[in-house]
């Protein structure tokens, strides 16, 4: 975990312009915080202003939503023209992958805790999407 936390630092470092002072990394609720030398209060953002994660948004009964397990890029297929993982009226197993979150040019596999039909893909192909976010909406079979 630290090696890879190491990693991300390193990235971002490397990406950011201007002099940092303090860089701050957090991997239990995920915590980023960046802050450079001679920056004015009034354009630093409070870290306590901005949410760690997407608000919770109540599931209806009997739907389950597969949600990003990380920050990155989500994909529905495993290569460009391929057919999709899953499609709306599948059936998925616990454990049957349903997407792919890109992330420091990682692919990681997004699988199904439970199994269910597929009634809603709610992240569109080849766009951002944050952890916790929900991805595909499974009604419970």
């Known amino acids: ?6 990693r991300h630092a ?8 201007g002099p940092l002072r303090r860089v701050r990394l957090r991997s239990g609720d995920t915590v980023l ?6 920056a004015a209060p009034a354009e630093v953002e409070p870290v306590a202003a901005r949410p760690a ?7 209806p009964p009997g ?5 990003s397990p990380i920050v990155g890029t989500f994909y529905r297929a495993p290569e460009p023209g391929a057919a999709p993982f899953v499609a ?4 998925v197993r616990p454990g049957q992958v349903i997407g792919i979150v890109e992330a420091m040019k990682l692919m990681n596999e997004v699988t199904a ?10 992240a569109a192909d080849g766009q951002p999407v944050e952890y916790d976010q929900p ?5 419970m079979a």
């Open 88 to 91: 709306v009226g599948e059936l």
């Open 10 to 17: 390193r990235h971002l470092v490397a990406e950011l312009a």
């Open 63 to 67: 739907r389950y939503a597969v949600r």
């Open 33 to 38: 915080e960046v802050e450079w030398h001679g």
């Open 135 to 139: 991805l595909v909406a499974l009604d």
């Open 113 to 122: 805790d439970r199994g269910g039909r597929v009634a809603e893909v709610l």
């Open 53 to 59: 994660r997407p608000p919770a948004v109540a599931e």
């Open 1 to 6: 975990m630290l090696a890879g936390l190491r």
